[in-house]
């Protein structure tokens, strides 16, 4: 098939940017959205030109390094991948594909669709754990029985691969469901009750700090996310923190 | 012996491990503060050692090349991790872990290493849990165990099908804290470009920002590499893009001597290729072939209507099929170790039976487990006459329970529906078995560089047995190395600061920016990528699954022109000092082209089949492995000595003291 695409060009974090219009042609379905934009590269590089710029690594939905603003939405059109795994039979021949990186303030372009989620990592460095050493003689891992139910909602909270899609969905770049899922694995678990006071507010600070909007319940969040984390996260988290803070 | 000592120490098999920490020199928690080690790779063993050194008090600085430590290839590792707990009463024990680990590299492991990862396995369960990683459970709370290939007992401990994801999430946050302490600086969208030795001592690393293009030094009392493998100098791999050799190459260069770079694993479910376009090959994980059973037609013309789409798989009679893993081995069937199930799968393809297109496929159905799984949920449901339809809709419950992810992935990329359809798979390079040569204590041949994780290559011998890769990183990198390092630091506590501007790193960074230089000042015909999938084809094609010698002299000779072609030739659009991705990819594809030129030479001098390693030219007459326990009952770790045609051969000879030489069989 044939595509018209719209791509988000910027030099550098101080450049402006503009989109680029560039026209491709013989793609096929069982192409992934990635490896059609490396056959653009490819193009753009024999021609001498600067490829697109664009975020990727495991390229099997999981790493959470692939972003992409597509056509409006957070990975695409398609539910529950991500751009990774989105699969060109989902666009038809002739179609326009607008392609941007993920906007928010918190979020700044590095370079073309390539955007800085630093922010991300200082939310979890000011709580995202549990304070454990590596000793070898922690209790067996039995001895701590966990309801099977309590243990699979923490894994679903869990399955969050920080990709930013929730932020990008986001009409307050609220980073609310990123956070609350990874309060929320914690909240879930025996182990993480101790520190619950602490990490719940330490993070929520973090996140503040950082710039992220608020969040309206508006739920873009999760429909774009594509690992499926739920709302329910967010609503756990408020309450783990309205309880930390008539604690504290 | 030669000049490699492996450092194991003496005494009972059982006791040396424990023996060896008693005996080692430890630094004082006032010595640790004024100690800097660098981390560079942030995956399982990695993330893992950073954490466990930060919080002993050393300082730590990390490097990954992705924008979180987290993001590291660890997370992709589906299936699961051994531990030798025995929560399933099915009589496993240490000694059965090591044995079946042992049996499963073929030989071509060292006895201490692997007893050692088996009697510290279930220590990284207790620690994982207590980090809040949530393994499956079953409904009385107790952790559930699933079965992998090459072993009679249930081990492997599992979340869903992301097991890597958690574990990596797990160590991910133990870093966090020390970042937190500031005890842990992460440096993110940094790659290592090299190492830099001082007095023949490892103390530091050039780095390149890859953000700003900036080249950094960076100083340290010494360097771990735990920057996993190089299963990318065949392009199409279950790794990620970025995944690389640089860092481990560069050391060996520097003098860090390259052990087995021929023991590859490739990984019998993984998604078949689909065309010219494909950038990388996804994995089915092997927990997937406790329920799915594998076959092809055991007619050609059936296998000729399925590959021209006139037949449907569904519509094929069981006695029609050839479940040929369970017909050649009985005793493990569709469970038997990943070389085998490969080269199986290979021989049924090759002799024409593959089932899609490109006739490089078999499939893996689960209609039996669906109709087994939903008849047993109808019981315990109180169904007592459950008609087929409610049968299959509980099986297939309890599948998506169990695998529901994969096939959702599966799904996606294939666009059929595994519930309904057997999936199509086909062996994919997966896990690469050599790596830095290591003594006992994770040293390379280079004082004060250590390598941890698939980066080194002490523990599978010439095959990997499923879920030992997230086993092995973490037993390095929480439970090893953070030790045995210390042996080597006790000595530095008085050395201070490494400085960075001595004329060793002087040199070493004015080498980087001339490599770079080069790099960028080609004619400019050809794109970095047009090399690495030239080099992936060379390596998949005569380095693959089957090897022989006249075809691994050609790759020899083909790698050899091309690695000249592309120093004369290759394109490279940007400039160094800024973010430069094609640029990124050419340092690393330069790598490949020589490690890919050594692994060819190490493939053609171990005149044996062993593990991954199987040379056509020796087999048995049924198409089994022939190992050669006389001759080559040795670890090859070779010397760089300018370009990879020179490299010379070193041999560590295995000794087993404990368990007896055999052939490995699993019928």
């Not at chain 1, 959470?64 to 060109?88: A, F």
């Not at chain 1, 979890?124 to 309801?147: E, F, K, L, M, R």
């Not at chain 2, 660890?74 to 025995?86: D, E, H, R, V």
């Not at chain 2, 600061?497 to 980087?512: G, H, L």
Request: net charge negative.
């Amino acid at each position: 098939m044939k595509l018209y695409l719209k791509i988000w060009r910027q030099k550098d974090a101080s450049s402006p940017g503009k989109i680029v219009d560039y026209t491709l042609d013989g793609v096929e379905g069982d192409m992934s959205f990635l490896e059609m934009l490396d056959i653009l590269n490819e193009e753009l590089v024999s021609k001498g030109e600067e490829p697109v710029e664009f975020d990727h690594d495991c390229r099997e939905g999981i790493c959470g390094t692939c972003s992409l603003q597509i056509n409006g939405e957070p990975h695409g059109p398609d539910r529950l991948v991500t751009t990774c795994q989105l699969h060109m039979r989902k666009f038809n021949d002739g179609d326009t594909i607008v392609i941007e990186p993920f906007r928010a303030t918190a979020f700044p372009v590095i370079k073309d669709l390539i955007v800085d989620r630093s922010a991300f990592e200082r939310i979890q460095q000011a709580g995202g754990y549990i304070s454990v050493n590596t000793s070898g003689n922690t209790v067996d891992a039995n001895s701590i029985p966990i309801n099977k139910h309590d243990a699979d909602e923490a894994m679903d909270a869990a399955t969050c691969i920080g990709c930013g899609a929730c932020v990008a969905a986001c009409k307050n770049a609220s980073a609310m469901l990123f956070t609350s899922a990874k309060v929320s694995q914690f909240a879930l678990l025996p182990q993480g009750k101790v520190e619950a006071v602490e990490r719940v507010q330490n993070m929520v600070r973090q996140m503040d700090l950082e710039g992220f909007g608020n969040c309206t319940n508006t739920g873009a969040c999760e429909v774009e996310c594509p690992k499926g984390i739920s709302l329910t996260n967010i609503a756990r988290m408020n309450r783990e923190y309205l309880s930390a803070t008539l604690k504290g | 012996m030669g000049i490699l000592d492996s450092k194991i120490p003496s005494g009972p098999l059982a006791d040396k491990w424990t023996k060896h920490k008693n005996d080692i020199n430890l630094v004082n928690p006032a010595n640790k503060r004024n100690i800097d080690v660098i981390v560079v790779g942030t995956g399982l063993a990695g993330g893992a050692a950073a954490a466990t050194l930060a919080e002993l008090g050393y300082n730590v600085k990390t490097f990954c090349y992705q924008d979180s430590p987290r993001r590291a290839h660890s997370i992709a590792a589906q299936g699961g991790i051994n531990a030798a707990k025995n929560y399933q009463g099915d009589g496993d024990s240490n000694y059965r872990l090591f044995y079946d680990t042992i049996k499963g590299g073929d030989y071509r492991s060292r006895e201490a290493n692997v007893y050692r990862l088996a009697e510290v396995s279930g220590n990284i369960i207790d620690q994982c849990v207590a980090q809040g990683v949530p393994f499956a459970r079953e409904y009385g709370g107790m952790l559930d165990n699933r079965s992998f290939g090459g072993v009679l007992v249930s081990r492997t401990f599992y979340a869903k099908g992301q097991t890597g994801q958690q574990l990596l999430l797990g160590a991910y946050a133990a870093m966090n804290r020390q970042i937190n302490r500031g005890k842990i600086q992460s440096y993110t969208r940094h790659e290592m470009m090299d190492l830099v030795l001082v007095d023949g001592k490892a103390r530091g690393i050039i780095a390149r920002n890859l953000v700003t293009g900036e080249i950094e030094r960076h100083s340290g009392h010494a360097v771990v590499l735990a920057t996993g493998g190089y299963g990318n100098v065949f392009f199409l791999s279950t790794n990620a893009m970025g995944s690389n050799v640089m860092a481990a190459w560069r050391a060996h260069r520097k003098g860090a001597f390259f052990a087995n770079p021929c023991y590859t694993q490739i990984h019998p479910t993984c998604i078949p290729v689909s065309g010219e376009h494909q950038s990388k090959l996804t994995l089915m994980s092997e927990s997937l072939r406790n329920d799915g059973r594998i076959w092809v037609p055991k007619k050609m013309e059936d296998a000729v209507a399925i590959r021209e789409g006139k037949l449907k798989p569904t519509q094929l009679a069981e006695e029609d099929r050839d479940y040929y893993l369970e017909r050649r081995y009985p005793a493990f069937g569709n469970l038997v170790p990943r070389d085998v199930a490969s080269r199986a799968a290979k021989e049924r393809c090759d002799a024409g039976f593959g089932v899609n297109k490109t006739g490089e496929a078999v499939f893996l159905d689960f209609a039996s487990a669906i109709k087994r799984y939903g008849k047993e949920k109808a019981l315990t449901s109180g169904l007592k006459n459950p008609d087929e339809a409610t049968i299959i809709k509980l099986g297939e419950e309890v599948i998506e329970a169990k695998y529901g992810n994969l096939f959702q992935m599966y799904e996606k990329i294939v666009d059929e529906n595994p519930y309904k359809t057997p999936m199509m798979i086909y062996p994919a390079v997966h896990y690469t078995m050599g790596g830095l040569w290591v003594d006992y204590n994770l040293q390379t041949t280079i004082p004060g560089c250590y390598a941890a994780g698939e980066a080194n290559f002490s523990d599978h011998g010439a095959n990997r047995l499923g879920a030992s890769a997230l086993m092995q990183g973490l037993a390095d990198g929480y439970f090893v190395l953070p030790y045995t390092i210390g042996d080597y630091l006790s000595d530095d506590i008085r050395t201070g600061k490494i400085p960075t501007d001595s004329p060793e790193f002087e040199e070493a960074e004015k080498q980087v920016r001339d490599r770079m230089a080069k790099l960028t000042s080609g004619s400019g015909i050809h794109s970095v990528d047009y090399y690495h999938k030239k080099l992936g084809k060379i390596m998949w094609n005569k380095c693959g699954m089957a090897r022989n010698a006249k075809e691994l002299e050609e790759a020899i000779k083909e790698i050899s022109d091309l690695r000249k072609d592309f120093w004369e030739n290759v394109k490279v659009t940007g400039t160094i000092d800024s973010k430069n991705q094609e640029l990124e990819k050419a340092g690393r594809v330069a790598d490949f082209l020589e490690l890919g030129e050594l692994f060819a030479k190490d493939a053609l001098h171990r005149n044996e089949s062993c593990g991954g390693h199987f040379r056509e030219e020796y087999q048995t007459e049924e198409g089994e492995a022939l190992r050669d326990d006389k001759n080559f009952k040795y670890v090859a770790a070779w010397e760089y000595k300018g370009e990879p045609k020179d490299a010379e051969l070193h041999k560590e000879d295995l000794v087993y003291e404990n368990i007896e030489l055999k052939t490995r069989s699993y019928k």
